[in-house]
């Protein structure tokens, strides 16, 4: 089969692989229906994390269950499924306790999987998909191709834009600030208005992002940073700034202005992966009582809770994806968000 | 009037110093009736905080209100109040929020309050309270002698437990790791178990303050610290850590134990003051979804939930007392908590 290979620094190409096989019993073999390119991607693909030899990539995808293994009790080859970003297997403690991502037994995509065997990348035909039972998420019927992109978001960026917002303690009332404007950062603002925040600033200074946080729910758009950005909120709430500040970039940056507009006894909830230099001050922490609290998103958890509004249109979070290409052109997908002319790219094998 | 007053390392004396005049309008005068020694009290007895020229101390006192001020409203004099171990308004965005610590007009004791004049120290017979309608909590009717211990336990220690409790997210149900023996720690053992928590660790190594932790309410005790510590205290908890950690110390050791006790998912409430060399590794709490919320204790906004509790017996949080001193020897009030001779001391003007 056809699967994306990253070579080094901005050498991306779509090669020859073996096929998958089930090997584990529990596993499932999907045909990929759509992937897409996330933002953490690029860190290997602009060689910050370097690539010692050549590794499949990709971890969003949705598809078609083709075959099982014979412990796979509950998806059934002809599924249309959503595949988290990682495997798991949704029976293990941490699983239960809604942290999935921290499954005993779970994996990454392009990687063996802790129960051994080789997980697929997502950017490619087919994957095999270990623990199918936990992972995969069975839509209810097939759906039409307009609900593609808004069913690929649950598979990472809709849901970990949701872990922001929930652990921030978004509610009713809440105020909110968002900073990030990249598909993470706009599914936030969509997530803190479905949970019912009453204010919503994006910080963003791209007028098309801008757009898309305003239809997603955001009252407002700050365009300054740094002291100036942190001015600029502290201002529009009591000059102390605002409940719940989601994080959703992961540079020492934007951390430092996420926890100083944030108002005394409020919460950060971060889900930017956190790059060289991020810094968690203790002593403005503890004076301030601002709390810190979120991480790799647990998206597996939150896929029931979010696809039926996604398939009634209640939300619409596939507005982040604002480019659409064959997978064969997935160097051009890479190169495009790279150079920032596209958000969020989706693959079609 | 005779107050605390603290020369430099160790050196801690009961002077005569001016006595206390009303000045702002909205203050009180309050004679003070029992006060104590904070663990926080040591680090400048020690040297740890250098002490550059004589300084009043001490910040948790209750007494009689003798006169107030004409903006004065709702303390009256002969009111027998509780004072937390800072004055704020209670009016002002940050207090409403619950978070009196960062009142926008408040201050601390032995100290010059931001709205102007002297806010004596509370180890001393009277001390001048600004903010008195924010400040100070009256008691219902006039306590009995067996009433104070409990009752100055809301100044500080009991408010602070409470605090790390609920910043950690305890509630019915929920698995508790307690850092820490103090009287901080103890008071958060109590509070855990008054939120409903289903079992209770203490991590203690002395046999009086594991008693007064069993009385509290915790199922267990480990005395292992580090690395075997938390090996304990997960494998008590499926292998993972516990729900809610409450940290009470506030030393590098003591946060590492807390952030590695904590189950993935779960928050570490943290109430010890952070000093020298307290890390909180963004890396492994994003990782671990571990969270860490908590800082200096807003203890005024919670007297009025916990003060029928005291008054009645339900919680007899005045069992961390277990020295009580005239104050005129309040040297060796110190010098007993230095060498752990004793928990907490009980001054008596």
């Given at each position: 089969?056809r699967?994306?290979?990253l070579?080094?620094e ?8 073996p ?7 529990g596993?499932a073999i999907?045909?990929?229906v759509?992937a897409?390119?996330c933002?953490?991607d690029l860190?290997?693909?602009r060689?910050?994390?370097p690539t010692d030899?050549?590794?499949r990539?990709?971890h969003?995808?949705?598809?078609v ?7 796979v009790?509950k998806?059934?080859p002809g ?7 990682y ?12 942290v999935?991502?921290s499954?005993?037994?779970?994996g ?7 129960v ?6 997502g ?15 069975a839509?209810?019927a097939?759906p039409?191709p ?12 809709m ?5 922001a917002?929930?652990s921030?303690?978004?509610t009713?009332?809440s ?17 803190a208005k479905?949970l019912?925040a009453?204010?919503?600033?994006a ?5 098309d992002?801008?757009a898309?946080?305003r239809?997603f ?5 700050v365009?300054?940073r740094?002291d100036?950005?942190v001015a600029?909120?502290?201002?529009m709430?009591?000059g102390i ?7 959703c ?7 430092d ?14 889900v930017g992966a ?8 203790v002593r403005?922490l ?5 709390g ?9 958890n939150?896929?029931?809770e979010l696809l039926?509004?996604?398939?009634d249109g209640?939300?619409?979070p596939?507005?982040?994806?604002d480019?659409?290409?064959p ?11 790279d150079?920032?002319?596209a958000t969020?790219v989706?693959?079609t094998?």
């Amino acid at each position: 089969m056809r699967a994306t290979v990253l070579y080094g620094e901005r050498d991306i190409r779509l090669d020859e692989v073996p096929d998958p096989q089930l090997s584990t019993g529990g596993d499932a073999i999907v045909r990929v229906v759509a992937a897409c390119v996330c933002g953490s991607d690029l860190w290997p693909y602009r060689g910050v994390v370097p690539t010692d030899s050549p590794k499949r990539i990709g971890h969003e995808f949705i598809g078609v269950v083709d075959r099982v293994g014979p412990n796979v009790t509950k998806i059934k080859p002809g599924d249309f499924v959503i595949a988290p970003f990682y495997d798991c297997d949704m029976t293990c403690a941490n699983c239960l306790n809604g942290v999935s991502t921290s499954c005993l037994h779970g994996g990454w995509w392009g990687a063996d999987d802790r129960v051994g065997g080789f997980a697929d990348g997502g950017q490619g035909e087919w994957v095999r998909v270990p623990h199918a039972d936990g992972t995969l998420v069975a839509v209810p019927a097939q759906p039409t191709p307009e609900q593609l992109p808004g069913l690929l978001t649950l598979a990472d960026v809709m849901g970990t834009g949701h872990h922001a917002a929930v652990s921030a303690g978004v509610t009713s009332g809440s105020t909110v600030v968002v900073v990030g404007d990249g598909a993470v950062g706009l599914c936030a603002v969509l997530a803190a208005k479905r949970l019912g925040a009453s204010r919503i600033v994006a910080m963003s200074r791209h007028a098309d992002r801008q757009a898309i946080a305003r239809e997603f729910g955001a009252t407002d758009i700050v365009e300054a940073r740094g002291d100036e950005g942190v001015a600029a909120i502290k201002a529009m709430f009591d000059g102390i700034g605002a409940d719940c500040v989601l994080e959703c970039v992961g540079t020492k940056e934007s951390m430092d202005q996420a926890i100083r507009s944030t108002r005394p006894g409020g919460m950060v909830g971060y889900v930017g992966a956190p790059n060289g230099g991020v810094e968690l001050p203790v002593r403005r922490l503890f004076n301030t009582n601002v709390g810190v609290y979120g991480g790799v998103a647990p998206v597996r958890n939150y896929i029931e809770e979010l696809l039926p509004e996604v398939l009634d249109g209640t939300i619409n979070p596939g507005l982040v994806f604002d480019l659409q290409l064959p997978l064969a052109d997935v160097a051009e997908a890479y190169a495009a968000m790279d150079e920032r002319r596209a958000t969020k790219v989706l693959l079609t094998p």
